[in-house]
Structure formats: structure tokens, C-alpha cells
């Protein structure tokens, strides 16, 4: 069970109880099917225990196999072999936290990846930990509890640390991992305030440590496809933009319903996802926001958070993003890019897998749809050999703490607009992806 650091005071009954909260969260989640997609994941400890046996010789270059295409240059291009590195190669993970996320995505993304492999785990339910622990291979002795959780700093094995925690909680585990002498992942929202966000980057900087924010959409190959399309105006300039991410929550008590744990309701937890792809897509930085707010009212679900938001961005180019998030309709993770001469839609968007993209244009006046080939690569997979290939060859992640830290200054921003009824004005950034670091490895879609 949960425990807050051991030098935390204790909370008084005239204090919120975030205590009873969280450890409500930690037993609460992952609670479920455990029998996560493990036929998928990455044996890892089992291809070690085969190279050791077989006598293996060290790895000193790249293992790339190439092999000769199927297809006629008419049809569709076939996958490359898929090329992993040697186990021995490939970086080492803690997943701190194992709820949903990351039983069911995170961890059988390890199967997929080239770069990375886990290598413990931190949870408070020892029972379940054991059990995933099993199912990946994991060694007893990398398993932490969150009091234990400082001891990763003498694990070599562990070279990065996956933050998979409720939003409120990333702040202390950044703290505390940079303090361990790790690099960090961490799950986004970055935190539940710019303070917070501006000493997350400055412990991880003190440290000398890396720190990611874990936008997987910005990795993801169809969004960086219309990323692309935007920039070299594929079709002309771009007008206007609509983003929406709305989902219909469940009536539990999830640590989402929980101002104390999520610092905020829809905007923070999908909402993000509009303006962090917005700034995606674009590359500039909004001049000027303004939003609305609305919530049910006797709603049990929204007692202490926001249910719909609604909320436009300026930018310098004169681009206008319209977007829109909730909690309390019908699944719909979509955006669509107009532009002069056509439209690029994403729909879904926003999702784990089945990502689509349509473009409508009309070449020699007779309208044409398109629909590129989807590439199905896993976007936690695609995350964790970014970060992995910046650490190994010590570049700045593409989505570091800076990308977080602007999201969470526009949210704040977006907040007031609301509470003040006006539009906010926003500092004036001309740089391109000015809060971005080294672009990822193309993945070809």
C-alpha cells in the first residue's frame, strides 16, 4: 500500500487527506485483467540466459539483417526486418506505477522495441508486482516498493525511470530519481503547475540527467506525416485547425475525479492532447488564448473538476485552433487541418492504435480523397527508443521538460481565460519548436 515519504508530516483532519486519496489510487489501479498481451512482450531475461549459454561473443557493431523485397515496385512496400539490438545493448527501465497504462500498453511495448527492455518495477501492491515481475522476466531484487524506490540508485541496470503515476505524484518521483542518479520518462501532464514543472527540470539538470515528457503522438508516424504536410504547405498555407478529445467517464472513484491528484478534470488529462498537437503540427506558439468552461452541476463525478472546455488559440501566422475536450460525451478523438487547397483529418487521432488519416483535395477541379497506408507502429515502443537512442547517444529528447513545462503555462493560461471571461495574452515566441529538442528517427508511414 501507498505511503508518502517518510519525512512527509502527517495530514491533520482540518487538511485535505491526499494520503488516503493516493493510496486509494494505488490499490485501485491496474485492478482488472492482469493477463496483459505478455505473448508480444520481450523475453528479455530468457535471449540473455541464450546468449550466455550459447557462448555468445560480444557486440561490437550494429546487428542490421536486410533482406530482399517481396513486392514488385507497383505494390505496397513490406516491413524491413525488424532489428533489435542485443539484449545486452538495449537500455534499461523501472515503470513506477502499474496500473493501466502501463500493464496494458507500456509493458507489452517492450516487445516492439529496438532500443529498450525492462528491468524493474516499482508499485505498492507487492502481490500484483510479483506477478508482472514473472510474467517479464524481472528478478525479485529489482522489485521496490515507493519507500524503496530510492534504492534504484544502486540498480545499474536501471538507466531510465518511467514516471507512470497519478499527475500529482511526478513531481516528488522526478525529484527523487534525478536524486537517484537516473534519467526520466515521464507521463504527461507534466505536473500540476509551472513551479512544479520548472523544478522538475531543474533537479533533472543538477543531476545531469535527461528528462523526457512522454507526448507520444509527436512520435507517432501519421501525425508526424501531417506534421510534415503542414510545414512544407502540401496544400497551401493553413487556416484554421479543430481539435477534440472527449471521452465519457466512468461513475468510479478514479484518482481523475480528484483535484488534489489531477490538478484539473478534462483539460489536463485529454484536453493536452489538442494543444500540445496543435503546437505539434504548427511549430509556433500561440499569442493569445481564450476559453470557456462548463460543468453539469450535481454530476458526482465533477464535484471537484472541470467536465467540458472549450478553448481557441492564436497564433503569429494568423492560424485559429478551435478546440474542444469533455468527460462526459461520446468517444471522439479526431482533428482536421484546413488549408487552401485541402484537408488533412486524423480520425482517430488521439488513440492507442488504429490511427487514421484522410486528405480531401481536388486536383484539376474533381475532388480526391487519400488515404495513406497505416504503419501500425506502437507509440510507447516509439517513446522508448527515442529516449533510449538519446541516452546512448546523449541527445536532448525531442519532447524534454521545456515541451511540458509551455503546455502547463498555456493550461494555467487557458484556466484564467475562463475564470475571467477575456482572452489571455501570451508572451511572443517567433522560434520554431522552440521548446523541442532533437527530432526522433523518421519512421517511414
Not at 163 to 168: A, D, Q, R, Y
Not at 268 to 273: E, F, M, S
Not at 384 to 400: F, G, I, S, W
Request: hydrophobic share 35%; aromatic share 6%.
Amino acid at each position: 500500500m501507498f505511503q508518502d515519504h517518510p519525512t512527509a508530516p502527517a495530514a491533520t483532519d482540518s487538511e485535505p487527506r491526499h494520503d488516503e486519496s493516493r493510496r486509494q489510487f494505488i490499490n485501485h489501479a491496474g485492478r482488472g485483467l492482469l493477463a496483459v498481451g505478455v505473448a508480444s512482450a520481450l523475453p528479455v531475461a530468457a535471449a540473455e540466459a541464450a546468449a550466455a549459454e550459447a557462448g555468445a561473443p560480444p557486440v561490437t557493431g550494429p546487428l542490421d539483417i536486410k533482406l530482399p523485397p517481396l513486392e514488385a515496385p507497383t505494390d505496397p512496400k513490406g516491413s524491413e526486418p525488424f532489428n533489435p539490438d542485443a539484449p545486452e545493448r538495449r537500455v534499461g527501465y523501472a515503470l513506477v506505477g502499474l496500473g493501466h497504462l502501463t500493464l496494458n500498453e507500456i509493458l507489452p511495448a517492450f516487445g516492439q522495441s529496438k532500443h529498450a527492455k525492462p528491468v524493474a518495477l516499482v508499485s505498492g501492491d507487492p502481490e500484483k508486482m510479483r506477478k508482472v515481475a514473472q510474467q517479464y522476466g524481472i528478478k525479485p531484487s529489482s522489485c521496490y516498493s515507493y519507500q524503496t524506490y530510492d534504492n534504484l540508485k544502486d540498480n545499474p541496470e536501471v538507466e531510465v525511470i518511467y514516471i507512470v503515476l497519478p499527475n500529482s505524484m511526478h513531481h516528488e518521483f522526478t525529484l527523487r530519481g534525478a536524486k537517484a542518479g537516473k534519467h526520466i520518462l515521464c507521463e504527461k501532464p507534466m505536473a500540476n503547475s509551472a513551479k512544479e514543472c520548472e523544478e522538475m527540470i531543474e533537479a533533472c539538470k543538477k543531476a545531469g540527467k535527461k528528462l523526457m515528457i512522454a507526448y507520444r503522438i509527436q512520435y507517432e508516424p501519421l501525425n508526424r506525416m501531417a506534421m510534415k504536410m503542414v510545414r512544407d504547405k502540401a496544400y497551401g498555407k493553413v487556416k484554421l485547425l479543430q481539435m477534440v478529445n472527449n471521452q465519457n467517464q466512468a461513475h468510479d472513484q478514479q484518482w481523475r475525479h480528484k483535484k488534489a491528484l489531477a490538478g484539473g478534470g478534462a483539460l489536463p488529462d485529454i484536453g493536452l492532447y489538442c494543444l500540445n498537437t496543435t503546437r505539434f503540427l504548427l511549430g509556433e506558439e500561440p499569442t493569445e488564448v481564450s476559453a470557456q468552461i462548463y460543468t453539469t452541476p450535481g454530476d458526482a463525478r465533477f464535484k471537484e473538476v472541470e467536465e467540458n472546455v472549450t478553448f481557441t488559440l492564436r497564433f503569429p501566422s494568423g492560424v485559429i485552433s478551435q478546440c474542444m475536450t469533455g468527460y462526459g460525451t461520446f468517444n471522439n478523438k479526431s482533428y482536421m487541418v484546413h488549408c487552401e487547397e485541402g484537408t488533412i483529418k486524423m480520425d482517430p487521432a488521439f488513440t492507442y492504435q488504429g490511427l487514421h488519416q484522410e486528405r480531401v483535395r481536388a486536383p484539376k477541379g474533381k475532388q480526391l480523397k487519400e488515404t495513406p497506408n497505416d504503419p501500425q507502429k506502437d507509440q510507447f515502443a516509439l517513446e522508448l527508443d527515442h529516449m533510449a537512442e538519446c541516452v546512448r547517444q546523449n541527445k536532448t529528447p525531442y519532447t524534454p521538460g521545456e515541451e511540458g513545462l509551455q503546455d502547463q503555462r498555456l493550461m494555467e493560461a487557458i484556466y484564467q481565460s475562463a475564470r475571467e471571461n477575456k482572452p489571455v495574452k501570451l508572451p511572443a515566441v517567433s522560434k520554431l519548436d522552440a521548446f523541442r529538442g532533437s527530432p526522433p528517427q523518421e519512421q517511414e508511414a
